[in-house]
């Protein structure tokens, strides 16, 4: 089973955010994420509701498909 928890490494020590559900010795793999200084993007995105009234979908939208008959 692979387990995935987040921290913070400070002072050569890894702080962890949650107690993980192990309750054995277990090899582990340590990943360090640098701070991403990139600039955010600033562009508008996507507004909710921009697609209204712009698309439709068929009236048999939920019906079963004929090439699933077999599977059904």
Known sequence: MLTTLSGT???GTIIL???P?????????VTFLENDKR???TGKGVRLGSWNG???LPDD???P???L????
């Not at 008959?69 to 059904?72: F, K, L, R, V």
């Open 39 to 41: 600039p955010k993007a």
């Open 9 to 11: 490494y400070r002072n």
């Open 21 to 29: 559900p192990i309750d054995h010795d277990v090899p582990v793999i």
């Open 54 to 56: 712009k698309y439709s």
């Open 61 to 63: 939208f939920n019906e």
């Open 17 to 19: 955010d949650e107690v």
């Open 65 to 67: 498909l004929d090439d």
């Open 69 to 72: 008959a077999d599977y059904m």
